[in-house]
């Protein structure tokens, strides 16, 4: 009888242990596509929700005011039904990836079961689906591993970016819904195209890295068997070989970094020169944040676009804005006359003096235009030194250093923090980190404290002294000072470390080719625009994804470390299993397809002759 009670406690045991196993448990293959679909999701879904609930938990922490129209409950539902939906951007994302993922999978299963046969198309007397679909393997099959690879991305992708366009067009419509009634979205650019402009410059990175760096040879069979006699003479042909081709690389890399600071360089001076006069043609964002960091009047900003317009001139006076900087020297303390184009002086010696003699300004002397002490504000004012040029552009690089640190701090120190934490706790490398944060902020403080200097340098203290002649509307314009600051603040990228060179060209380049494209195309809503963005993106994220498997090696900065996570994962051996066997070794990428080198190897040890001279 107790043997029965036994059985009948230990049979619920029985079944819930039987029903547990009937649970399909996650492959543990890091290239397998649904772990991939769950790390491109669980990223994806960070990068696109956690910056739309941001006001939200603001909100929520502060407790300040009542709730607005964009962070109450109908907002929040609004955001969660946009990125969460089947339209939404990490839905989207992951059926790119994972879905080529898959159909990369499924198309090496099709090649290797396909049987070779005549590339015949099946003609129309004994056309079936079975012939069709028979031709199609024998197609696929024909492929290349690269080209398989490539078409199962763009199918994918296809899918994804039509869903991305889908969210993105009914957010738009929203958002315009709120507005005025004349508010049209054949008004506003393309909603995905700094998404698209981004993975073209990652892409064409990409394919041009290929090109200048050469593939390092796959680990030979030699160092995997674990055979290091240094006498054999294969094992110090292949190292050879390894060491030629990382020294190749190194210098190509040291030379692609010099390429990555002209590339920044220019970059730079269109999307400052932007900045100014077409603040358009950049992301609202970016405008934003430039403006944060430049610390600059807006009403200055106007002033210089108006100068450009020629409604506002030294020469001629502006009968519709010449209280602009009036309001502005005002704010600062300064008399509004100093702000007056009808009597500031437009030229520079004697005219200059008179006018400056008149008008009480005292910093000026032998040059015209609005004095220093107007678009300087107040920095400096506490020490006194709100007319000198030299303390503003120091005191603002200061400034600067301070903003940049909190910005680049987080950025070295947290991939460190979450991949090698115990780095933090080794002095030497807590130094390495540290500098390298330094060494980013002073690159960023040096830019906006170069502009500055610039701009003073042409205006008040040396060219325009040496060409009084010239009218201030051609130094305070487009192409006097200001251009004179686009051009020299760039240049403060030599500072940055050579590796960190490449991806600020990387960051800043979509934004300067979207400054670069004219409006017509930008706002363009016809079928030739929009199916010129569809193939740049469908392309573009194919070529990406197909790097990431064959080239990673290929891939820089973000782009390499965002598609190594989706399509290995931190560690191949993180994602395993631990409790069923703890001592099982970490599962191995794919292996590279065999170069002729080891082909040769390989048939060097099949052949029986040298087994036996090496095996006894």
């Known amino acids: 009888m107790s ?44 990068l696109s929700l956690g910056p739309s609930l941001a006001p939200f938990v603001v909100v929520l922490i502060s407790r300040k005011g009542k709730l607005s129209s964009r962070t109450n409950l109908a907002a929040l539902k609004a955001v969660l039904r946009r990125e969460l939906g089947h339209d939404g951007f990490a839905f989207a994302v992951t059926l790119g990836v994972a879905g080529g993922a898959a159909l990369r999978r499924y198309f090496v299963n099709l090649s290797q079961g396909s049987t070779p046969a005549e590339d015949t198309v099946p003609s129309a007397k004994g056309y079936s689906f079975r012939n069709a679909f028979d031709y199609l393997k024998r197609c696929i099959a024909s492929l290349s591993p690269v080209q398989q690879t490539f078409l199962s991305n763009v199918i994918s992708s296809s899918v994804g970016f039509f869903l991305i366009q889908l969210g993105r067009e009914r957010s738009l419509r929203r958002r315009l819904a709120h507005r005025t009634p004349s508010s049209q979205i054949a008004d506003h650019p393309s909603p995905t195209l700094d998404l698209t402009l981004l993975l073209f410059v990652r892409a064409i990175d990409s394919i041009l890295q290929a090109f200048i760096l050469r593939k390092p040879l796959p680990v030979s069979r030699i160092q995997e068997e674990g055979h290091t006699h240094l006498a054999d003479p294969r094992l110090v042909l292949d190292r050879l070989a390894k060491e030629k081709i990382k020294r190749e690389n190194e210098m190509r890399q040291k030379l692609t970094s010099q390429i990555d600071a002209l590339v920044f360089w220019a970059c730079s001076a269109r999307i400052m020169w932007c900045f100014f006069y077409e603040p358009q043609r950049l992301p609202r964002s970016y405008v934003k944040w430039i403006n944060t960091l430049a610390n600059l009047d807006k009403r200055i900003i106007l002033a210089l676009q108006h100068l450009r317009t020629g409604q506002w001139s030294y020469v001629s006076g502006s009968p519709l804005y010449s209280g602009l900087l009036q309001d502005a020297a005002r704010d600062v303390g300064l008399p509004p006359s100093w702000g007056d184009p009808n009597q500031l002086p437009a030229y520079g010696r004697t005219v200059a003096n008179e006018a400056w003699k008149r008008l009480g300004v005292t910093s000026r002397p032998g040059v015209g235009g609005i004095p220093c002490e107007v ?64 060494r980013s902020a002073t690159f960023l403080s040096t830019f906006i404290g170069l502009y500055w200097y610039s701009v003073c340098f042409t205006r008040s203290l040396v060219l325009a002294k040496f060409f009084p002649f010239i009218s201030h509307d051609f130094w305070d314009g487009p192409y006097g000072c200001i251009m004179a600051g686009c051009l020299m603040c760039g240049s403060s990228i030599w500072i940055e470390n050579g590796r960190r060179r490449g991806e600020m060209a990387l960051y800043v380049l979509p934004r300067a080719v979207r400054a670069c494209l004219p409006d017509s195309w930008v706002k363009s809503r016809n079928k030739a625009a929009r199916l010129a963005e569809r193939l740049m993106f469908i392309l573009s994220f194919s070529a990406l994804l197909t790097s990431a498997v064959h080239r990673p090696d290929s891939l820089r900065g973000l782009s390499r470390w965002t598609l190594a996570f989706v399509t290995n994962g931190p560690n191949a051996g993180f994602w395993k299993r631990k409790r069923r066997d703890p001592s099982v070794p970490p599962t191995p990428s794919t292996a590279p397809t065999p170069s002729r080198q080891q082909s040769s190897i390989e048939k060097f040890e099949d052949n029986p002759v040298h087994t036996q001279r090496r095996d006894p």
Do not use: M
Request: aromatic share 4%; charged share 15%; glycine share 6%.
């Open 3 to 46: 043997s029965n009670q036994a059985d009948k406690r230990s049979a619920p045991n029985l079944r819930t242990g039987s029903w547990l196993d009937r649970i399909p448990s996650l492959s543990d293959d890091p290239t397998h596509p649904a772990q991939i679909a769950l790390r491109t999701y669980a990223l994806a879904l960070s």
């Open 375 to 438: 678009l300087h504000r107040n920095v400096g004012s506490a020490f006194g030194l709100t007319g000198s040029c030299t303390a503003n552009a120091a005191l603002r690089t200061l400034t600067g250093f301070t903003e940049a640190l909190i910005i680049y701090l987080p950025v070295h120190v947290l991939p460190v923090l979450l991949t090698r934490p115990q780095n933090l706790l080794r002095p030497h490398r807590l130094l390495h980190t540290v500098s390298g944060a330094l």
